[in-house]
């Protein structure tokens, strides 16, 4: 990824969270704000109306897709959809490059999930129209990292307390897990945050990483056991630990299999944190994760980072198509049908 | 399936035909009566402007999956697809509980097709917006049931008949077609009706639901003789018997293939009789199923039964979305474009 | 193919290129150039709003079925869409007429491809609604050729350049190339041209196709060099070669690979040429195809016939539906969305 991409802002890819400054974060959160009831069907909306979304995923992600497709359609705007390991033109030996050039010329703007690093700029860098990078490889995956920070803010928010000065314990696989990394990258637009990381053995945080946190003026702490970690913390970012990454000893030691459960919470005296979860969350019984046992704790935000994804992914449309909130709520109106949340 | 759903209406999902009593069954009809326009290219309609169909068949059903998709996009909906055995989170040990949670919070209605009988009701049980089954291994498939008698009506009506007091003789696989009992089922809600049942050797009715159609005041009549069967019918139902429930002497003896064709509709002197069948209709020279010589008889009505499932999944949606006759009609227009039926 | 096929016009099935003469191909076109606007993102247009495509992709096309399908949902209409090698229902045997009757009830229009020849034209005579033939086999693609007449005539007509008269070379494998033999075939409507013919040995032009062309008052120059081939000639059409197609000779003798490249057309001096291709180009080392050397020279037109396939896909819906320039006009509308092109 280039070291020196540009301000997220109207015409341009989104490719990487370094593209975003304190100024156009809070930007897009505001937009997201303002297309809530949207969001969250009290309104609906036309102001996409003619636009066109491409979405590519060249490798299978239904959850990402589902969400960026509905925030589009929700908008007013229409999907075509593409998925499946191989694009048929591909297989004839046609490049990225051809590949960009001829679909984008369909579109007003391209969703592309890749399996492999850098594929979607190389992607980007061909298409005549802006590109959102859906994730690519251990790479990048943008929009996971700013629904993150988008929950974390309204999550503490709503608790009276601020980003900057929170303190966030992050349990899990701190080595490959992408979205902890680009979280951490994306807080260092924040001031102050605390940092607990608590990681099995041989998947802790990349060095460089822990680094560029201090060095933006956080503190990061490293805990060995769970509990402790997570004590005191505002805000618990779990993340699954693939079972193939799982040294034996690890496996042997959770027989229970709960990277972090009530019985954790109660011995640290913390029921009421926030818990957050990039999903999907293993449920199998040999699991390391989070235990469903959670679910009916007062802090459970899991479900509200991706209820909150169709906002910020309605946000960055509206930013790369260059649309004010102005004009969205100029296109918006109530509707005939009743939505029901709790159906039985 | 629990035995206490509650009756099929706004904000409920849609499992099971046991949601219907002959008063909401009827309402359903008329709704579905009143969406003919639309249905028949002569109006188009934005009631459901804004509104999102998750469509999730975790197996294959492209047959039913456009007709629920082109229903809720022909009321001016949004649909989202995702179709393949798996669910690509799934396979990462996510729950159904949590799959569905999260799903459901991208869209305002769900249709969910699964293999395994009960797996739709326990992905309803989380989901936060109401679902509509769309069969499940053995289980239900409560929308063709509902398109089947919708169908019996119309071309009984047609006739100046009534489905009570009807004559309906059902034919072939009656212990594995999910359809057969669900319609049966459904019958129930009406009265005096009289079943005259012929299925090969291993393939009869489950004694259950010849019971239970008793228990309610119809006739149930069970012939070994085909031809017997169909004489003096008012409506014909034939279901294909899939190859591998067909025992050697079945098989040798059907050497033409015909569950039902014309000569033995001659024979029975039923040829204006009503000619039903769920399809697909297995036209392979060794089925045994209905033959495709009956189709230029006046009582084809297998593709009205087609034709009629828009109708049909239409009325579903409106009612799940609480939408009124008068709301559709508000919203419907007429169009600048030209629909053709039997093009060259 | 039957020979005697109806002109193209509202409420036909669009199978053969042999449907236009020049009249209506000229109409075909004048409606491509109507709503260019709409292509370029400069108005959005609601005149299909309520109708419905069924687009049935019975083998993997990406590129065409992103193409048509993005066209439909330009002029405000929905899709449904169906890939995969086999519908489910046919699995089960049903005869190709019951599935194009039974998806025929659920669209306004569908647009078919199929791998086998004449299989499209056997699943229109079942349809209720217009089909559009997307491709089938080793047969038809008339979409594509008239995609690339009109490309053709426009980049002419911007260099002050009629058709008539014109002087193309074809280049590439001109024995089992559909798009080439539809092109010529299509070029029967005008007048005067020259095909300068340039094939690799065994993938000559069929003999009665270059009779054909003759025949119509058209100059066919058979060459043995490429570079010979392209000298002064106005439109170069190159194809690629399928590499199971080479011998082992022309394998060895085209080490570098380029059917075509700047080098070749230096040495003709033809570096204004309009350079076209159907796509997609193979770029891999081993490849016998257009080079992407020629990527910046002014005449290259094959994004533009990518980008023009949006233009006539559309004329070919509205002409299907019956839906005329003025009535596209009066639907269109400005939006408070920008579109980009060129992102960074």
């Given at each position: 990824?280039?070291?020196?991409?540009?301000?997220?802002?109207?015409?341009?890819?989104?490719?990487?969270?370094?593209?975003?400054?304190?100024?156009?974060?809070?930007?897009?959160?505001?937009?997201?704000?303002?297309?809530?009831?949207?969001?969250?069907?009290?309104?609906?909306?036309?102001?996409?109306?003619?636009?066109?979304?491409?979405?590519?995923?060249?490798?299978?992600?239904?959850?990402?897709?589902?969400?960026?497709?509905?925030?589009?359609?929700?908008?007013?705007?229409?999907?075509?959809?593409?998925?499946?390991?191989?694009?048929?033109?591909?297989?004839?030996?046609?490049?990225?490059?051809?590949?960009?050039?001829?679909?984008?010329?369909?579109?007003?703007?391209?969703?592309?999930?890749?399996?492999?690093?850098?594929?979607?700029?190389?992607?980007?860098?061909?298409?005549?129209?802006?590109?959102?990078?859906?994730?690519?490889?251990?790479?990048?995956?943008?929009?996971?990292?700013?629904?993150?920070?988008?929950t974390l803010q309204k999550e503490l928010a709503a608790r009276g307390k601020?980003?900057?000065?929170?303190?966030?314990?992050?349990?899990?696989?701190?080595?490959?897990?992408?979205?902890?990394?680009?979280?951490?990258?994306?807080?260092?637009?924040?001031?102050?945050?605390?940092?607990?990381?608590?990681?099995?053995?041989?998947?802790?945080?990349?060095?460089?990483?822990?680094?560029?946190?201090?060095?933006?003026?956080?503190?990061?702490?490293?805990?060995?056991?769970?509990?402790?970690?997570?004590?005191?913390?505002?805000?618990?970012?779990?993340?699954?630990?693939?079972?193939?990454?799982?040294?034996?000893?690890?496996?042997?030691?959770?027989?229970?299999?709960?990277?972090?459960?009530?019985?954790?919470?109660?011995?640290?005296?913390?029921?009421?944190?926030?818990?957050?979860?990039?999903?999907?969350?293993?449920?199998?019984?040999?699991?390391?994760?989070?235990?469903?046992?959670?679910?009916?704790?007062?802090?459970?935000?899991?479900?509200?980072?991706?209820?909150?994804?169709?906002?910020?992914?309605?946000?960055?449309?509206?930013?790369?198509?260059?649309?004010?909130?102005?004009?969205?709520?100029?296109?918006?109106?109530?509707?005939?049908?009743?939505?029901?949340?709790?159906p039985v």
């Amino acid at each position: 990824m280039p070291d020196s991409l540009p301000l997220f802002e109207q015409g341009r890819h989104l490719l990487s969270v370094s593209q975003f400054d304190r100024d156009n974060l809070q930007a897009l959160f505001d937009m997201a704000d303002a297309v809530d009831p949207i969001a969250k069907r009290q309104a609906v909306c036309t102001v996409l109306d003619g636009a066109m979304l491409g979405s590519l995923f060249f490798e299978p992600s239904t959850r990402t897709r589902l969400s960026f497709e509905s925030a589009f359609l929700r908008l007013g705007g229409e999907v075509t959809t593409t998925t499946g390991f191989t694009f048929s033109s591909m297989a004839k030996g046609e490049s990225i490059a051809d590949t960009a050039r001829v679909v984008s010329g369909y579109s007003d703007v391209l969703v592309v999930r890749h399996p492999d690093e850098g594929s979607v700029a190389q992607f980007a860098a061909h298409s005549i129209v802006p590109v959102i990078n859906a994730g690519d490889g251990t790479g990048e995956h943008p929009s996971q990292a700013l629904l993150d920070v988008y929950t974390l803010q309204k999550e503490l928010a709503a608790r009276g307390k601020n980003v900057d000065g929170c303190h966030i314990a992050i349990l899990g696989d701190l080595k490959y897990g992408r979205t902890v990394h680009s979280l951490i990258k994306l807080m260092g637009l924040h001031t102050g945050v605390t940092f607990t990381l608590f990681a099995p053995p041989g998947l802790e945080l990349p060095v460089q990483i822990e680094h560029d946190a201090i060095a933006h003026g956080h503190t990061v702490r490293v805990m060995d056991d769970v509990e402790a970690a997570v004590t005191g913390a505002d805000v618990i970012y779990a993340t699954r630990v693939q079972r193939e990454r799982m040294t034996d000893e690890l496996a042997q030691a959770n027989a229970r299999g709960d990277l972090l459960n009530k019985s954790i919470l109660t011995r640290a005296d913390n029921l009421d944190a926030i818990i957050m979860h990039p999903l999907p969350r293993d449920s199998r019984p040999d699991s390391y994760d989070l235990s469903s046992d959670v679910d009916d704790l007062p802090g459970l935000a899991i479900f509200h980072q991706t209820d909150n994804g169709l906002n910020v992914r309605m946000a960055i449309f509206l930013t790369a198509l260059g649309v004010t909130i102005e004009a969205v709520n100029l296109t918006s109106k109530r509707r005939p049908w009743k939505a029901t949340l709790r159906p039985v």
